[in-house]
T-cell receptor, first 117, second 112 residues
Framework: GAVVSQHPSRVICKSGTSVKIECRSL??????MFWYRQFPKQSLMLMATSNEGSKATYEQGVEKDKFLINHASLTLSTLTVTSAHPEDSSFYIC?????????????FGPGTRLTVL | KQEVTQIPAALSVPEGENLVLNCSFT??????LQWFRQDPGKGLTSLLLIQSSQREQTSGRLNASLDKSSGRSTLYIAASQPGDSATYLCAVRKAAGNKLTFGGGTRVLVKP
């Protein structure tokens, strides 16, 4: 399967700081990327969908000014958690699909564990 | 609105036993269905993808069936091993490029 990477894998920050998480598709061009968050023992919650070169579409209840998404190229999307607070602590996972690949198979990154003190 | 359900939420079996994991969805108008595995603290690994026109897919010890009309998919894992212990998630996509709708997952423990 295709490879999606995330960086960093783990980040600890103080309340009020901003954190940027990078998501890269390593061996394919990702026309669409998705950002999820996951709380312990729960399933994934979709935050937003982004297509290369256009603004992200956010799910209901997700603050677009707090979670800034930039899908600047076909292989890179970034999620910036602005002015992070302890309640933003979570596991963030990105995912990507490519129309160029058959079947719309979706591939996931390894996740980023964010802890806000 | 599509809803995806996975039952049971947790399953424990002795090593060597076959695993049967169930997934049901309320709207049969799907584009494809994907099964994933998630290990604790990790991302998701794609196991099998079934297109809406297909009835099953196989990969090694894994076999997934799809009955679109009844809104069901089943993941079979033959001769389970302790390394198969993980959470298994199914997800459906309504149309190409659309988001996946996930089930709550089945947490599997294979005891040596």
């Amino acid at each position: 399967g295709a490879v999606v990477s995330q960086h960093p894998s783990r980040v600890i920050c103080k309340s009020g700081t901003s954190v940027k998480i990078e998501c890269r598709s390593l061996d394919f061009q990702a026309t669409t990327m998705f950002w999820y968050r996951q709380f312990p023992k729960q399933s994934l919650m979709l935050m937003a969908t982004s297509n290369e070169g256009s603004k992200a579409t956010y799910e209901q209840g997700v603050e677009k000014d707090k979670f800034l998404i930039n899908h600047a190229s076909l292989t890179l999307s970034t999620l910036t958690v602005t002015s992070a607070h302890p309640e933003d602590s979570s596991f963030y996972i990105c995912s990507a699909i490519s129309y160029g690949r058959a079947l719309n198979e979706q591939f996931f990154g390894p996740g980023t564990r964010l802890t806000v003190l | 609105k599509q809803e995806v359900t996975q039952i049971p939420a947790a399953l424990s079996v002795p090593e060597g036993e076959n695993l049967v994991l169930n997934c049901s969805f309320t709207d049969s108008a799907i584009y494809n269905l994907q099964w994933f595995r998630q290990d604790p603290g990790k991302g998701l690994t794609s196991l099998l993808l079934i297109q809406s026109s297909q009835r099953e897919q196989t990969s090694g010890r894994l076999n997934a069936s799809l009955d679109k009309s009844s809104g069901r998919s089943t993941l079979y894992i033959a001769a389970s091993q302790p390394g198969d212990s993980a959470t298994y998630l199914c997800a459906v996509r309504k149309a190409a490029g659309n988001k996946l709708t996930f089930g709550g997952g089945t947490r599997v423990l294979v005891k040596p």
